[in-house]
């Protein structure tokens, strides 16, 4: 877990060169080894999602679409599924969310909030 | 890079020794490799290959995705026990491949009968060999015929598995359906690993729920190799408050390990000579991951598949992907949702690595959600991630709070047909049906 936690504090989705930029390649090195080191990727993050809210965040059915919405929205709801006291009618992203941590559900507010909610597959990356 | 150098040079070595195709010789230099996608070939188009190759596609629209399934229309396992509980068709469990095909994704409809991973070649059953640069199995699992004493194929058309969705449910709801009331059905539960560890406890509640409205007479037993299972004592309680007098289970302790089976005379026999004879048999036996594994060389003794977990890469044969049920990825459970979730996780793997870049961090999710009666669902949550070279399952995740309103159960049911719609969307591109 504690090698984890250090990488954590890489921001998903910040490409390497982003990183390098402002300065976290560096911290890394000077952290851990740079052997057994693999890059964040949003995307696979991201791909849990898709198994109950749709291919890219966006709903065939009762669960909610998740794509296109406001980041503040999607973080704060994430993060009160994260908390104690999660929002009544939660049934399981209490559960989920705890598996995540700040970092990375802010990585998938911002993910998320970028996709536009309609667009059927027009190519969208990043 | 460095791995994508190392294979790289191992390739020249093979060609240098003569024992490389022209094909795969293209693909030796390092320069041609970056400007190439590449060729993936996918066996098994049901949730971990399908996702796959969707997946292959979205990471990089210039490989060559081949999916190999003979099946034209795969119906999938998850609701198939609603099914048996009246509450959903066959066939609203069938997906297509035509959104895969939409995509790019090239689908043949053969079986993979054997894999050379040296040359780097897939035989299909009409007897083509196709080359690849990298390959993905997600074949599901087989069943180790005869393990169990008196079934074998034979005797699953007398007694169903039902543990491939296909003639093997439609039988098993045939002979549901012609049961007399009064009848007895019997459900004979494996001992771990195997597929869906949910899945005989929830096929147990939803053919109460049949019998409880159409046969009221009729009793179910459970006779189990095992002490215990997947959402216990969610499972328990709702038997008591639905299905009291209709659902017995008996664990092993208590001799319910069956080790023989007469499917002719629907009959079978304990561990302790106990006989128990049904109206209907239906019978989960042991198994193994799919023959094409063991064909590729990447399965162990135990019959299952050890990958490397960053990437599902098998742990003995290079440039082989292993995911889904066929592989050892515990504490992930063999569901179809995990088995999705891995064919992202290899998919970004090997787009990475045809680009010689190294393999994004893995991450999976799993939600497992089964129904006990209608608007009556539970669930099991987890989270996943790689820590000392070892899938492990982070802190969080769980079961439905035992606990819980009538409206909870309702709405866990509700998602659950939730995550139905949005997997098969996911996995073949299917809408609702
Ligand atoms: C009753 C029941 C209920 C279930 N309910 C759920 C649930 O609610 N949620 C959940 O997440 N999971 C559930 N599961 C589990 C789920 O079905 C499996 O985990 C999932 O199917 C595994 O995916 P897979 O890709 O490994 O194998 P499969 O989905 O079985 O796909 C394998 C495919 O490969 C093909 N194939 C095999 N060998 C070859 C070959 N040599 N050449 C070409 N093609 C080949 C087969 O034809 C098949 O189409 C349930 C299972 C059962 C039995």
């Known amino acids: 877990m504690s090698k984890f936690n250090t990488q954590n504090r890489v921001p998903c989705g910040l490409s390497p060169s982003i990183a390098t930029m402002l300065g976290f390649a560096l911290t890394l090195i000077a952290v851990q080894p740079v052997a057994a080191q693999s890059p964040s990727d949003i995307t696979t993050l991201a791909g849990s999602c898709a198994n109950c809210h749709g291919t890219d965040g966006r709903s065939p059915g009762p669960i909610v679409s998740i794509a296109g919405r406001p980041e503040t929205l999607l973080l704060s709801q994430l993060k009160a599924f994260k908390s104690d006291t999660p929002p009544p009618g939660t049934t399981i992203m209490n559960r989920i969310a705890k598996g995540y941590t700040d970092e990375q559900i802010g990585a998938l507010a911002k993910h998320f909030a970028a996709i536009s909610a309609n667009e059927p597959t027009k190519k969208r990356r990043k | ?433």
């Open chain 2, 1 to 433: 890079m460095t791995s994508a150098e190392t294979k790289f040079s191992r390739r020249q070595a093979l060609a240098m020794l003569g024992g490389v195709g022209a094909t795969a010789f293209s693909f030796s230099t390092p320069a041609i490799a970056q400007r190439s996608a590449g060729r993936v070939v996918v066996v098994g188009g049901g949730f971990g290959g399908a996702t796959a190759a969707r997946y292959l596609k979205r990471g990089n629209p210039n490989l060559n995705v081949t999916l190999l399934d003979p099946a034209r229309r795969f119906y999938t396992c998850p609701f198939t026990n609603l099914h048996f509980g009246g509450l959903r068709t066959f066939e609203q469990q069938g997906h297509g491949f035509d959104d895969l095909r939409r995509i790019g994704v090239q689908i043949v409809h053969e079986r993979a009968n054997d894999v050379d991973a040296k040359g780097k070649t897939v035989t299909l059953s009409g007897g083509r060999k196709l080359p690849y640069d990298r390959l993905v199995l997600s074949p599901g699992i087989d069943f180790r015929w005869g393990a169990l004493e008196g079934y074998d194929q034979a005797a699953a058309e007398l007694a169903p598995h039902a543990w491939q969705a296909g003639p093997q449910t439609v039988l098993l709801k045939k002979q549901l359906e012609a049961m007399e009331d009064g009848g007895l059905f019997i459900l004979v539960a494996p001992d771990n690993p195997f597929r869906c560890p949910p899945g005989p406890y929830e096929r147990a509640s939803m053919v109460a729920h049949y019998l409880k409205t159409r046969k009221p007479k009729s009793k179910l037993l459970i006779l189990d190799a095992k002490d215990n299972f997947s959402k216990q004592g969610l499972f328990q309680d709702g038997w008591k408050k639905f299905y009291a007098d209709i659902i017995e289970w008996v664990p092993r302790s208590k001799d319910g390990k069956v080790a023989k089976v007469d499917a002719k005379a629907r009959e079978v026999e304990t561990e302790f000579g106990k006989k128990h004879k049904a109206a209907v048999l239906n019978v989960v036996p042991p198994q193994k991951a799919g023959f094409i594994a063991e064909r590729a060389g990447v399965t162990n003794a135990g019959g299952w598949v050890p990958v490397k977990p960053q990437t599902f890469e098998s742990a003995q044969v290079a440039d082989v992907y292993v995911v889904g049920d066929a592989t050892i990825a515990a504490p992930m459970p063999k569901s179809g949702f995990c088995a999705n979730a891995q064919g992202k996780v290899a998919a970004a793997a090997i787009v990475a690595s045809l680009a010689g870049r190294e393999a994004p961090r893995a991450s999976w999710a799993n939600t497992c959600y089964s129904l006990i009666a209608p608007n009556y669902g539970i669930s099991v949550a987890g989270v996943y991630e790689v820590a000392d070279g070892k899938i492990v399952e982070i802190k969080g995740g769980g079961v439905s709070p035992r606990e819980a309103s009538d409206e909870f159960r309702k709405l866990e049911a509700e998602y659950g047909v939730g995550w139905y719609n949005a997997i098969t969307q996911d996995t073949w591109g299917s809408k609702p049906a």
